[in-house]
């Protein structure tokens, strides 16, 4: 018994004495000890007491931890493909509730027609972006036979890497996997009727719903959405909002300009929040590195970071890619230890640093995040008291996103689309081409124009984007989807005057369009009660995206204006000409091409 005992008991406390001799061996180098600091600066060192606790408790939550890397991979590698666009709503759904009434009285009636016929229909507001999909999705969120997805735009459609992965990525976005939640009305307070779309049962029938303006844009989307619902059991409807081409324009621009109202608050908050960003990430690396796995993240990362810093999701998770980047490129590969040293140096070494070189965990997390990106040894900027300093530039000012003003930014989308015609000319048909050489767009078939947007955008591009004028080119895009295989009678049109003075009347025909009951919104022409609601549905999205229902403030220069409504006068004309000689659903009548 004794014998058997001994051994054990030997090998803990050699592994004991090594772990001991490590961290001391580290700590006495220098620069190896772990900083920590508070929000409010200033630095100490974790004891070994501290290591050894961190580690034991490591080690204990292994299996946990193995769990949530997994899952926290999935979750990564699904997230890395998403664009810009793609980050901006996030939806607990859990707090989804609107109040509405009379809903009781509508869902009295039965089922409605798709669960009848046991189909399941998806009604996707495919376009247009800034022509109010948002209130779209804020009524349709709100529809007791609609289930609508837990964040407004899904991006699937738009998306070759996610669409590659299947439909049933796509159906995750629902809360029962895909399948039609039915909910039911409970009494709420003032005796009004509180739609809860949680709390139900489940059934693979009805009608669900999403709002992905980008997808009529993205040249990809339509032809995804023809082939994957074309059984009559799983069937697609797609609502199309119009505006003014012009106006629509210049709500891009305005929501571009808060964007990056948004990106520079972010940057203050990586500055203020410096500090905190620093220990989270020491401790981070310290787990990375006794993983021994590259992949494997340490839970709890992104909790341990302010969340001035994680609500900007697209933007922190590309801050932690560059992070990440970064211990790879401190990696030694064949020498774990070295890894850890030349890992830790780039960090610990500042927390001795006062004025040479780093002042601060500020400064150098300042520049890690606006400094182009260099090769390793350029990185090192010399010796700080206390340790070598690495002076670490992870993400280049790419990221780093401007806006021009408005005539050179939409100068630049005029010259863009000049010089595209330029160089298409040989080998575009000739028909549509004015004496002088230039496109003559009220000339255009709706095919020819269809194939000159075609050759002038490349889509889909990333990042802030820069499509004022192809963005409000609805026509083509129509046409391109119809080609894709989008049938038109599918398709429903919908004028932004029409849905603005009167939304009932709009929604009705919706509601028939998509085959569930007549609904009455209470909400529905009161934009205070619509913005509450859409906030409730998508809490996320006007944080991130400076999203809002009135985009208040800054006029559209009137010079501009007028270029732009004379650049779009014929694209009106031949919308209008697409639509009134197709099958399309909804109106015909566009208010913003009403003198043609
Ligand atoms: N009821 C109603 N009907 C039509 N349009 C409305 C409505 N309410 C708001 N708006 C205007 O829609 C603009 C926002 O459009 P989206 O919600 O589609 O924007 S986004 O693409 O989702 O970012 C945004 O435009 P701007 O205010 O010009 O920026 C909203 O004012």
Same mark, same amino acid.
């Given at each position: 018994?004794?014998?058997?005992?001994?051994?054990?008991?030997?090998?803990?406390?050699?592994?004991?004495?090594?772990?001991?001799?490590?961290?001391?061996?580290?700590?006495?180098? /220098?620069?190896?000890?772990?900083?920590?600091?508070?929000?409010? &600066? @200033?630095?100490?060192? =974790? *004891?070994?007491? $501290?290591?050894? %606790?961190?580690?034991?408790?490591?080690?204990?939550?292994?299996?946990?931890?193995?769990?949530?890397?997994?899952?926290?991979?999935?979750?990564?590698?699904?997230?890395?493909?998403?664009?810009?666009?793609?980050?901006?709503?996030?939806?607990?759904?859990?707090?989804?509730?609107?109040?509405?009434?009379?809903?009781?009285?509508?869902?009295?009636?039965?089922?409605?027609?798709?669960?009848?016929?046991?189909?399941?229909?998806?009604?996707?507001?495919?376009?247009?972006?800034?022509?109010?999909?948002?209130?779209?999705?804020?009524?349709?969120?709100?529809?007791?036979?609609?289930?609508?997805?837990?964040?407004?735009?899904?991006?699937?459609?738009?998306?070759?890497?996610?669409?590659?992965? /299947?439909?049933?990525?796509?159906?995750?976005?629902?809360?029962? &996997? @895909?399948?039609?939640? =039915? *909910?039911?009305? $409970?009494?709420? %307070?003032?005796?009004?009727?509180?739609?809860?779309?949680?709390?139900?049962?489940?059934?693979?029938?009805?009608?669900?719903?999403?709002?992905?303006?980008?997808?009529?844009?993205?040249?990809?989307?339509?032809?995804?959405?023809?082939?994957?619902?074309?059984?009559?059991?799983?069937?697609?409807?797609?609502?199309?909002?119009?505006?003014?081409?012009?106006?629509?324009?210049?709500?891009?621009?305005?929501?571009?300009?808060?964007?990056?109202?948004?990106?520079?608050?972010?940057?203050?908050?990586?500055?203020?929040?410096?500090?905190?960003?620093?220990?989270?990430?020491?401790?981070?690396?310290?787990?990375?590195?006794?993983?021994?796995?590259?992949?494997?993240?340490?839970?709890?990362?992104?909790?341990?970071?302010?969340?001035?810093?994680?609500?900007?999701?697209?933007?922190?998770?590309?801050?932690?890619?560059?992070?990440? %980047?970064?211990?790879?490129?401190?990696?030694?590969?064949?020498?774990?230890?070295?890894?850890?040293?030349?890992?830790?140096?780039?960090?610990?070494?500042?927390?001795?640093?006062?004025?040479?070189?780093?002042?601060?965990?500020?400064?150098?997390?300042?520049?890690?995040?606006?400094?182009?990106?260099?090769?390793?040894?350029?990185?090192?900027?010399?010796?700080?008291?206390?340790?070598?300093?690495?002076?670490?530039?992870?993400?280049?000012?790419?990221?780093?996103?401007?806006?021009?003003?408005?005539?050179?930014?939409?100068?630049?989308?005029?010259?863009?689309?000049?010089?595209?015609?330029?160089?298409?000319?040989?080998?575009?048909?000739?028909?549509?081409?004015?004496?002088?050489?230039?496109?003559?767009?009220?000339?255009?078939?709706?095919?020819?124009?269809?194939?000159?947007?075609?050759?002038?955008?490349?889509?889909?591009?990333?990042?802030?984007?820069?499509?004022?004028?192809?963005?409000?080119?609805?026509?083509?895009?129509?046409?391109?989807?119809?080609?894709?295989?989008?049938?038109?009678?599918?398709?429903?049109?919908?004028?932004?005057?029409?849905?603005?003075?009167?939304?009932?009347?709009?929604?009705?025909?919706?509601?028939?369009?998509?085959?569930?009951?007549?609904?009455?919104?209470?909400?529905?022409?009161?934009?205070?009660?619509?913005?509450?609601?859409?906030?409730?549905?998508?809490?996320?999205?006007?944080?991130?995206?400076?999203?809002?229902?009135?985009?208040?403030?800054?006029?559209?220069?009137?010079?501009?204006?007028?270029?732009?409504?004379?650049?779009?006068?014929?694209?009106?004309?031949?919308?209008?000409?697409?639509?009134?000689?197709?099958?399309?659903?909804?109106?015909?009548?566009?208010?913003?091409?009403?003198?043609?």
């Amino acid at each position: 018994m004794r014998h058997r005992f001994l051994p054990s008991v030997f090998i803990s406390l050699v592994i004991l004495i090594c772990i001991g001799f490590y961290y001391s061996n580290n700590n006495n180098n /220098g620069y190896m000890s772990i900083s920590v600091s508070g929000e409010a &600066g @200033g630095y100490d060192s =974790i *004891s070994h007491n $501290t290591i050894f %606790k961190y580690i034991t408790k490591y080690v204990a939550s292994t299996d946990e931890m193995a769990e949530n890397e997994a899952e926290d991979e999935a979750e990564d590698e699904a997230e890395d493909e998403d664009e810009e666009e793609d980050e901006k709503d996030v939806r607990t759904d859990e707090t989804k509730t609107s109040t509405e009434e009379g809903a009781k009285d509508e869902r009295a009636g039965g089922e409605s027609t798709a669960e009848a016929e046991n189909k399941l229909t998806t009604l996707i507001v495919a376009g247009f972006q800034k022509c109010g999909t948002s209130v779209m999705a804020t009524y349709l969120s709100s529809h007791p036979e609609i289930s609508f997805s837990k964040v407004k735009e899904v991006h699937y459609f738009d998306s070759e890497k996610k669409f590659a992965k /299947g439909i049933e990525l796509y159906d995750q976005h629902w809360p029962s &996997g @895909g399948l039609k939640e =039915i *909910s039911s009305h $409970t009494a709420g %307070k003032d005796d009004k009727v509180v739609v809860s779309v949680n709390s139900h049962s489940y059934i693979d029938s009805g009608v669900r719903a999403e709002a992905t303006p980008y997808y009529v844009s993205s040249g990809l989307a339509c032809s995804h959405i023809a082939s994957t619902f074309s059984s009559p059991s799983n069937d697609y409807r797609l609502v199309l909002m119009l505006r003014d081409p012009t106006d629509r324009a210049w709500s891009e621009y305005k929501m571009q300009m808060r964007r990056l109202d948004d990106q520079d608050s972010f940057l203050d908050a990586v500055a203020r929040h410096a500090d905190n960003l620093l220990t989270c990430f020491s401790t981070y690396m310290l787990n990375t590195v006794l993983v021994k796995d590259k992949r494997k993240r340490k839970p709890g990362f992104r909790g341990c970071v302010h969340k001035d810093i994680t609500r900007s999701s697209a933007r922190y998770r590309k801050l932690e890619s560059a992070l990440w %980047k970064m211990i790879n490129k401190f990696r030694v590969k064949d020498d774990k230890e070295g890894a850890i040293r030349k890992t830790k140096e780039c960090w610990v070494a500042k927390k001795d640093g006062d004025d040479d070189g780093f002042t601060s965990a500020l400064d150098s997390i300042t520049m890690m995040y606006v400094e182009e990106e260099e090769e390793i040894d350029e990185l090192l900027v010399g010796q700080v008291p206390g340790g070598t300093a690495f002076r670490v530039s992870c993400l280049g000012p790419k990221f780093l996103e401007r806006l021009p003003k408005p005539e050179e930014a939409f100068g630049s989308d005029f010259e863009e689309w000049e010089k595209c015609l330029e160089s298409n000319r040989p080998t575009m048909l000739s028909g549509p081409f004015k004496k002088d050489g230039s496109f003559d767009v009220g000339k255009a078939t709706i095919d020819e124009l269809t194939e000159v947007v075609k050759l002038c955008y490349r889509i889909p591009i990333k990042g802030i984007q820069r499509q004022f004028l192809y963005r409000s080119m609805f026509a083509p895009q129509i046409r391109r989807c119809v080609e894709a295989g989008i049938e038109e009678d599918k398709i429903y049109i919908v004028d932004d005057v029409e849905f603005r003075e009167n939304p009932g009347k709009v929604m009705d025909d919706i509601h028939e369009f998509a085959g569930v009951k007549p609904f009455t919104y209470a909400i529905a022409g009161k934009n205070k009660e619509i913005e509450k609601a859409f906030d409730q549905a998508f809490p996320a999205f006007q944080k991130i995206t400076g999203w809002r229902l009135d985009g208040k403030g800054l006029e559209m220069p009137s010079d501009l204006r007028k270029r732009v409504q004379e650049f779009f006068a014929p694209f009106n004309g031949a919308l209008v000409d697409y639509l009134n000689s197709g099958n399309f659903k909804g109106t015909k009548l566009l208010n913003f091409a009403s003198d043609l």
